[in-house]
């Protein structure tokens, strides 16, 4: 018996061929999040679901589907999952890291140069028919070269940036949410990056990128305070997610011109964007696109296709985030059971 999955968006066709030896399939491609009842009507009776951030996987949700076993989540970030009542009921959820690092750490320093260079809004001025001919003080913008950038989060993709940034000469502060070890001088030696705290580095640094995931400890971790503390001439980026930042809070800031661009690539409830940030013209603001390169994109279905493949021929899948819901015992009992469906 084909294991039963719910595929929320595409697959390319020889992913498709791939999985569809193992499972029965059923797609959903939608374009904007599925209310939980339309989600919870496709996902009756699946065993997986390959889902992505725009799919918020509650525990209603999982209440409702009890067959549900697994969740592979097709991204880096998991927020979207509610991971501890889905390891309550021994679900196992799989994410897709280490394929998207180049890719998402490239849009934040497109942002980045957009932002500092005005790129977007100088694009306007020419479609616009504004430009009339050169001029020394048109659209100026900070160099990059000798600022200092503060990396909040820096896990793969934050090192991606890293190695970026240094290459356009800036300097580095960072954060990182664990106790200071060898990990550090590699920093230190690879990239001179200095390692301080958050209220050290929002002083500091001229341009700001997050890399950090979004969980209870990093919700609203740049809210009032934090913006109030960045320097008026401060760019920030973001390429994480969307509630990191208190996002009220910045577009005040903004407003106000008190800090001087953002680059957003997320929101805080995707897909609505705040109109105040439409009409401003220093913001730069992207669809959440960080990973959307072909290879990429690629490399993240693979990674989800092969966890319910795995899962469901009894091998531990590669990235397992919740690794206290996967139980061998549990899981030889599921592919023994799917076998002798199929032998009968
Ligand atoms: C992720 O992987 O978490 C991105 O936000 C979507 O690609």
């Known amino acids: 018996m084909k294991v039963k999955v719910l595929v929320l968006g595409?697959?390319?066709?020889?992913?498709?061929?791939?999985?569809?030896?193992?499972?029965?399939?059923?797609y959903v491609d939608r374009e904007a999040p599925l209310a939980q009842d339309m989600l919870?009507?496709?996902?009756?009776?699946?065993?997986?679901?390959?889902?992505?951030?725009?799919d918020t996987i509650s525990s209603e949700l999982m209440d409702a589907c009890p067959s549900l076993k697994l969740i592979s989540n097709r991204a880096v970030g998991f927020d979207n999952v509610n991971l501890m009542q889905a390891?309550?009921?021994?679900?196992?959820?799989?994410?897709?890291?280490?394929?998207?690092?180049?890719?998402?750490?490239?849009l934040a320093m497109a942002l980045l140069l957009a932002c500092a260079r005005r790129i977007c809004e100088a694009d306007r001025y020419v479609r616009q028919g504004k430009w009339t001919g050169f001029k020394s003080d048109l659209m100026l913008g900070p160099d990059l070269f000798g600022k200092t950038a503060g990396i909040i989060g820096i896990g793969r993709i934050g090192q991606a940036f890293a190695q970026r940034a240094r290459a356009f000469g800036l300097k580095l502060v960072y954060t990182r949410n664990a106790p200071r070890d060898e990990q550090d001088d590699k920093f230190k030696d690879e990239f001179h990056a200095q390692r301080v705290e958050l209220e050290e580095l929002l002083q500091r640094a001229d341009f700001?990128?997050?890399?950090?995931?979004?969980?209870?400890?990093?919700?609203h971790l740049i809210g009032q305070a934090e913006l109030d503390r960045m320097k008026p001439e401060c760019i920030l980026i973001n390429t994480a997610r969307g509630a990191i930042i208190d996002q009220q809070a910045l577009v005040s800031h903004l407003v106000q011109?008190?800090?001087?661009?953002?680059?957003?690539?997320?929101?805080e409830n995707e897909p609505e964007v705040p109109q105040q940030l439409l009409e401003l013209d220093n913001v730069v603001l992207l669809p959440h696109i960080g990973s959307a390169c072909f290879e990429t994109r690629r490399r993240m279905s693979e990674l989800a296709v092969d966890a319910v493949i795995a899962a469901f021929s009894?091998?531990?899948?590669?990235?397992?985030?919740?690794?206290?819901?996967?139980?061998?015992?549990?899981?030889?009992?599921?592919?023994?059971?799917?076998?002798?469906?199929?032998?009968k």
């Open 10 to 26: 595409r697959l390319l066709q020889s992913l498709h061929e791939k999985l569809v030896e193992h499972a029965e399939i059923e």
């Open 40 to 54: 919870m009507a496709h996902l009756k009776g699946k065993e997986a679901v390959i889902s992505e951030p725009l």
């Open 87 to 106: 390891t309550q009921r021994s679900i196992v959820v799989t994410n897709t890291p280490g394929v998207l690092d180049a890719a998402t750490a490239d």
């Open 208 to 219: 700001i990128s997050i890399h950090c995931p979004l969980n209870s400890q990093t919700r």
């Open 257 to 267: 011109r008190r800090i001087y661009a953002a680059g957003l690539d997320v929101f």
């Open 314 to 343: 009894g091998s531990r899948p590669e990235h397992v985030v919740n690794a206290d819901a996967w139980n061998q015992e549990r899981w030889d009992l599921i592919t023994k059971e799917h076998q002798t469906a199929t032998s």
